[in-house]
């Protein structure tokens, strides 16, 4: 994926003062990406991501998913033990 590209999906997520708690949304709308990545982690397909969220588009999923990723990248997450 090309930068240009990033930026542009990027772009969908910011932060609105007073909406959501102060929370990253998508496009401006009252739907954080972590709402839509849970329910992608609880196995739900885009297709029913965008049924249960009519507004969103295909590539805010993508947004969502890119977002994530580069969270992870400037984050140290804690190791979870093996069971």
């Known amino acids: 994926m090309?930068?240009?590209?990033?930026?542009?999906?990027?772009?969908?997520?910011g932060v609105e003062p007073g909406k959501m708690g102060g929370k990253p949304v998508i496009r401006g709308r009252r739907i954080t990406p972590g709402m839509v990545l849970k329910m992608l982690a609880a196995g739900a397909t885009r297709d029913q991501v965008l049924e249960a969220y009519p507004v969103l588009k295909t590539a805010d999923i993508d947004a969502c998913l890119l977002y994530a990723a580069r969270l992870t990248d400037n984050t140290e997450l804690a190791a979870v033990p093996a069971e």
């Open 2 to 13: 090309t930068e240009q590209r990033q930026r542009e999906l990027l772009a969908r997520i």
